[in-house]
């Protein structure tokens, strides 16, 4: 997976937009972030950064500690940034799909359902 297939997947959620988040694309539900692609850097690392449940944040630095890269002070309330190269293609697109679900409204998520 990369920054191309996750845009793809994050515009693919109910009532998903892209909009630019200083000078980032991000995706929003309603006007909320669920999600925000990272410059890739001089080390050509490809990141995204998450809205997750705060335990699920706490599961993944047990299980893919080498994946999470720290965001300081944004580290509280479960932002997380993470390594795409370093997460299995599957397990990302379901945190995709589960930050969408952290900030989208109950009634857009039931009907996700139906």
Same mark, same amino acid.
């Given at each position: 997976m990369n920054q191309s297939d996750i845009r793809a997947l994050a515009l693919s959620l109910p009532e998903a937009q892209e909009h630019p988040h200083f000078?980032?694309?991000?995706?929003?539900?309603? *006007?909320?972030?669920?999600?925000? !692609?990272?410059?890739?850097g001089e080390d050509g690392v490809e990141k995204v950064v998450l809205k997750l449940p705060v335990l699920v944040k706490e599961s993944l630095q047990q299980t893919d500690a080498a994946a999470i890269v720290s965001l300081g002070?944004? +580290?509280? *309330? *479960?932002?997380?940034? !993470? +390594?795409i190269g370093r997460m299995d293609g599957e397990k990302l697109a379901d945190l995709v799909r589960l930050a969408w679900r952290q900030v989208a409204p109950k009634t857009l998520i039931a009907g996700e359902r139906e």
């Open positions: 000078e980032r694309p991000s995706f929003r539900v309603r *006007g909320k972030i669920f999600a925000t !692609l990272q410059s890739v002070n944004w +580290d509280k *309330g *479960g932002w997380t940034q !993470l +390594d």
